[in-house]
């Protein structure tokens, strides 16, 4: 376990760092700001010798501390409610890149990883990176095959130094959250421990793969959006072997133009894939940044980097298709009704007055011409009002919340007079009437009672074991409760001198027995 010394050690270098780059600014201004970190974040800057002036360069920070804060900013870039809205947009931009690993480093882990030479995978590997990232660079290569592909693999070493740092991240967050007030409201604990969950998943490049694979067997019916293959015999938990992919990178709008790509409907079918995986599939792609998506020649979206992957239930995933309707048509009202279903909202809290809130949110846009509106300001005005009314936070919301920024990001420079409300509206009102209209109900309720009585008759063998008929052996008598000497109750320390008294008369008693016995 690391000590204490260790965790407090770490902190302060991390800190001194941040505010060279200025961005402990905020902690120190925020009135919410705890006391005591108020003056740790003082005391940083004073080491630091950086004054308060100047923009704040929160992903410049978290780049220059390491791996780990470069994966733990991306994750904050999702919570502007607990870093502020203007560091969670600077570290939207934050870089997940580092320099490169010797390629000899990379080769030797590979035929560590499979326990076999390299010539007997590939027949060639391109020693120069095509990425480089925190946890994992990327080569191209071609198998014994003669197929193209990109074969990933982790940094020497880096589950190991992930490991240390997430445990100094996890001490803080419970010492913040002891703090009480805004800290626990915000859940830092959570926040943290989701983060190592979404690391973990990412240091095991297995689990990568099946999450492509899932999400290729969810999208196969949409046309126009496609996942790379896996090849599984090539991939382990330290090397991922996928299928090639040439195409253009979709942020280059330039490029798209001048291979005659259609761009409004590249954009229009960029929204609908990710609305169709976060809706219907549940099982979502959650790092749609313009690095991970690709255009083929023919047109299809291809998306890459599955190290990140977002995950809702059925019943939430109806409360947020109401939700993004009800805002669409103005229903405040209901929107209020589901936060309080969901339990996002306490029920101490009046549903009228927070319909009141979401109105204040959702009428400034309504007016306004399609290319003015924004989900990402629509999300940031729902933060804005959720100290008001207690809200705690929701990850799984969140996780999905950064990713329809990035979806509008990417979909407004490909065409900028796209409104994902448009595009999103019919398709949800669609999968409302599908999903929560009458039929839906009556088959929801008849596959349920199915289900039920399917159940019947495991349940009736429980029964069964936990009352067997009778017969066979003679059930024990029932044997009385004997209080045990070190069972600690009210009133025991009063008793230990009868105990005594009474273990030496029964000892004294035996013995007279038993002389009794010898003399006769």
């Not at 306004?368 to 989900?375: G, I, N």
Request: net charge neutral.
């Amino acid at each position: 376990m690391t000590r204490p010394a260790t965790h407090i050690w770490r902190l302060f270098w991390w800190g001194v760092t941040a505010a060279r780059h200025r961005a402990l600014v905020g902690i120190e201004v925020d009135p919410n700001t705890p006391v005591p970190v108020k003056r740790m974040a003082k005391a940083a800057r004073w080491l630091s010798l950086t004054g308060k002036s100047g923009e704040p360069d929160y992903a410049a920070a978290f780049q220059k501390i390491g791996p780990a804060a470069i994966k733990l900013g991306q994750s904050l870039a999702t919570r502007p409610d607990l870093v502020g809205e203007d560091a969670a947009r600077n570290l939207l931009s934050l870089q997940d890149s580092l320099p490169p690993v010797p390629f000899a480093a990379i080769e030797a882990e590979i035929a560590r990883s499979f326990d076999a030479p390299v010539a007997t995978l590939f027949s060639h590997i391109d020693p120069v990176p095509v990425g480089s990232a925190s946890i994992a660079q990327v080569h191209r290569a071609t198998t014994t095959e003669g197929r193209d592909v990109a074969v990933k693999v982790l940094r020497p070493g880096i589950r190991e130094r992930l490991a240390k740092d997430i445990a100094t991240y996890e001490w803080a967050a419970a010492h913040l959250e002891e703090l009480g007030g805004e800290a626990r409201r915000l859940r830092p604990a959570l926040t943290i421990a989701n983060f190592k969950r979404w690391t973990n998943r990412e240091l095991d490049l297995r689990r990568e793969a099946a999450s492509a694979s899932e999400l290729a067997e969810g999208m196969k019916g949409f046309e126009g959006y496609c996942i790379p293959s896996i090849d599984w015999d090539r991939t382990n938990g330290r090397v991922m072997t996928i299928e090639w992919i040439d195409g253009i990178k979709i942020s280059d709008v330039e490029a798209l133009k001048a291979a005659g790509h259609d761009l409004p409907s590249l954009a229009r079918r960029l929204v609908l894939a990710f609305l169709t995986q976060a809706i219907s599939a549940g099982f979502f792609h959650a790092d749609m940044h313009q690095g991970n998506l690709f255009v083929r020649p023919d047109g299809t979206i291809v998306a890459i980097d599955f190290g990140i992957m977002g995950r809702i239930d059925r019943r939430a995933r109806q409360w947020l298709a109401e939700i993004l309707y009800g805002l669409t048509t103005g229903n405040y009202r209901r929107v209020a009704e589901i936060h309080f279903e969901a339990q996002y909202v306490p029920s101490y809290h009046s549903v009228d007055e927070f319909a009141t809130a979401l109105r204040a949110v959702g009428e400034p846009m309504r007016g306004k011409p399609v290319s003015e509106l924004s989900v990402g300001q629509m999300l940031d005005g729902l933060f804005a009002i959720t100290r008001d009314f207690d809200m705690q936070t929701q990850p799984h919301l969140l996780l999905l919340q950064k990713t329809m920024v990035m979806v509008e990001g990417i979909a407004t420079q490909l065409h900028p007079q796209i409104n994902m409300w448009d595009v999103s509206a019919p398709y949800v009102k669609s999968w409302i009437r599908d999903e929560l209209g009458p039929e839906a109900a009556l088959a929801d309720r008849i596959r349920e009672d199915f289900h039920t009585l399917l159940r019947l008759p495991a349940l009736v063998r429980r029964l069964e074991d936990q009352f067997p008929p009778k017969g066979g052996a003679p059930e024990p008598p029932p044997l009385p409760e004997i209080e045990l000497v070190w069972e600690r109750r009210p009133g025991m320390g009063r008793r230990w001198l009868g105990y005594l008294g009474a273990a030496i008369a029964g000892g004294v008693l035996v013995w007279i027995a038993s002389v009794a016995g010898w003399l006769g």
